[in-house]
Structure formats: C-alpha cells, structure tokens
C-alpha cells in the first residue's frame, strides 16, 4: 500500500481574512475533498495509489463522516474508486473519456474565438477587451520576458484557454468549459515538464490572439484548433511512467 502524502485540509478561513461576509464557511468534508482533488492533481497521489478511511482520519485530523462524503464525492466524479475490504484506489486513466473531453472543450474555444472576432468588426468596445489585454501582457511579449517555470506557465495556460471562452460573453459556455478545465487538467499537467512545449505554447497563443485581436476568424479558429489537437496528441502519448516521474517532478500542463 502506498504512503499517503495527502495534506491536511486548509482551515476554513485563512489568517488574516475576514471571516465575516457574505460567503458561508467551507465545511470540513469540502475542505477534504478540495484537498485530495488537489493531491491527484499535484501527482501526490497517483494512478493505482491505495489507502484507507482510517489512514485519511489519522493523517488529516477529522473524522470519517467528512473523509466518507469527501470520498464519495471524487468517486461520482471518476477520480476514486472503492475497493472490496481494501480501502480506496485512485482510477486510471480514462483516456475515452479525455478524447471525448477534448472534442467538447474543442467545440466551445473555437465558438468563442468565432464570436470574439465577429465583435471586433462591430462599432465600440467589444465585450470581454479588458480580458483579452490581460492575455496579451501575458503572452505577447518578448521572448526575453518569457517565463521557464513550467507550473506558472501551466497556470497561465489554463486562465488563456478560459479567459477566451469568457471573454466571449456567454456565461454558461464559460461554465461548463471550466468544468471540462477541472476535468482535464490533471493530464495537462504531464505537458508542461517539457521545455519545446513551453516554448512552442508561447508561440501559439501568441498567435491566436493576434489573430483575435486583429478579427481574423479563419485563421484565429484554424490556430486554435492545431494548438488543442497538439494538446490532444501529447495526451495519447501518456504513460504510467510518466505520471510516476511526475510525482517527483511537480507535474505541468499545456494547451
């Protein structure tokens, strides 16, 4: 059985924070959940990685109600499964799933890219400019200025992706593209330990939004569409061993 690394979960407020407001405390089974979500994510637990209840309970301070209905909650949502008398398991790969996952997120960056060039031919400010700005300092910048650090730019990468289907100004087509982003994003991450992809990332988003930005459509959608199947094809190529590397690496992400 594995050693369990998993944190503990983040105190409900974090010092120096108000506690008062508008916004309801997260409960314990929350906070557990958002932590172990995090360590699949972060490749502290992986692919075939066994534990208990019991040894959640010990390491995180809490009891086994939150630890149950933290765990029951990554099992609806594919990350876990419960094992006969053996305690849990992190699940495989579901590379389907991930196909069908970029299929979608393919159909909705590529609507928005669509929409956010026909408002540039329009009259005034387009919806969402102020969102696009903050993509352009980020990545049309010299290559002098560029970042090396694969988790910041994995970072950047992911509010890239999101801050265009949001800047399109559908609220429920940024929705669910942030959903399929939680969904993916732990396979994205593999990417970005590859210094080529960094680079080839900064050159490509550099290129969609220019294309964005000046309402060439074609070209804007024929960009996009190459950036998200090169992500694709990174994805197929995914081998256990190199989400176990990941696991000492830190992980990354890209596309």
Same mark, same amino acid.
């Given at each position: 059985?594995?050693?369990?690394?998993?944190?503990?979960?983040?105190?409900?407020?974090?010092?120096?924070?108000?506690?008062?407001? !508008?916004? #309801?405390?997260?409960?314990?089974?929350?906070?557990?959940?958002?932590?172990?979500?995090?360590?699949?994510?972060?490749?502290?637990?992986? !692919?075939?990685?066994?534990?208990?209840?019991?040894?959640?309970?010990?390491?995180?301070?809490?009891?086994?109600? #939150?630890?149950?209905?933290?765990?029951?909650?990554?099992?609806?949502?594919?990350?876990?499964?419960?094992?006969?008398?053996?305690?849990?398991?992190?699940?495989?790969?579901?590379?389907?799933?991930?196909?069908?996952?970029?299929?979608?997120?393919?159909?909705?960056?590529?609507?928005?890219?669509?929409?956010?060039?026909?408002?540039?031919?329009?009259?005034?400010?387009?919806?969402?400019?102020?969102?696009?700005?903050?993509?352009?300092?980020?990545?049309?910048?010299? !290559?002098?200025?560029?970042?090396?650090?694969?988790?910041?730019?994995?970072?950047?990468?992911?509010?890239?992706?999101?801050?265009?289907?949001?800047?399109?100004?559908?609220?429920?087509?940024?929705?669910?593209?942030?959903?399929?982003?939680?969904?993916?994003?732990?396979?994205?991450?593999?990417?970005?330990?590859?210094? !080529?992809?960094?680079?080839?990332?900064?050159?490509?988003?550099?290129?969609?939004?220019?294309?964005?930005?000046?309402?060439?459509?074609?070209?804007?959608?024929?960009?996009?569409?190459?950036?998200?199947?090169?992500?694709?094809?990174?994805?197929?190529?995914?081998?256990?061993?190199?989400?176990?590397?990941?696991?000492?690496?830190?992980?990354?992400?890209?596309?």
């Amino acid at each position: 059985m594995q050693t369990m690394t998993t944190r503990s979960p983040a105190p409900a407020d974090a010092p120096g924070q108000p506690t008062a407001g !508008p916004w #309801p405390r997260r409960s314990v089974a929350d906070q557990v959940y958002e932590g172990l979500k995090r360590d699949i994510g972060e490749f502290l637990l992986v !692919p075939g990685d066994r534990f208990t209840e019991h040894e959640l309970c010990a390491r995180l301070g809490v009891s086994r109600t #939150p630890i149950r209905q933290a765990l029951v909650r990554l099992q609806q949502e594919g990350y876990v499964e419960v094992m006969f008398r053996s305690g849990w398991r992190v699940l495989p790969f579901d590379f389907d799933k991930f196909e069908q996952l970029y299929d979608l997120r393919m159909v909705l960056e590529t609507t928005a890219a669509q929409r956010l060039c026909a408002q540039a031919a329009g009259d005034g400010k387009r919806m969402g400019e102020d969102g696009l700005a903050r993509l352009a300092a980020i990545w049309l910048v010299d !290559p002098a200025q560029r970042s090396t650090d694969g988790a910041q730019v994995s970072a950047w990468d992911e509010a890239f992706h999101c801050g265009l289907v949001e800047a399109a100004g559908n609220a429920e087509m940024a929705r669910v593209h942030r959903d399929i982003t939680d969904r993916i994003r732990i396979i994205r991450r593999l990417d970005f330990t590859k210094t !080529p992809r960094i680079e080839a990332t900064y050159d490509e988003h550099a290129d969609i939004l220019r294309a964005i930005l000046a309402g060439r459509a074609d070209p804007a959608t024929r960009l996009l569409r190459a950036h998200i199947e090169a992500s694709q094809a990174e994805v197929r190529k995914i081998t256990l061993h190199q989400v176990f590397m990941a696991r000492h690496a830190g992980g990354g992400g890209a596309g």
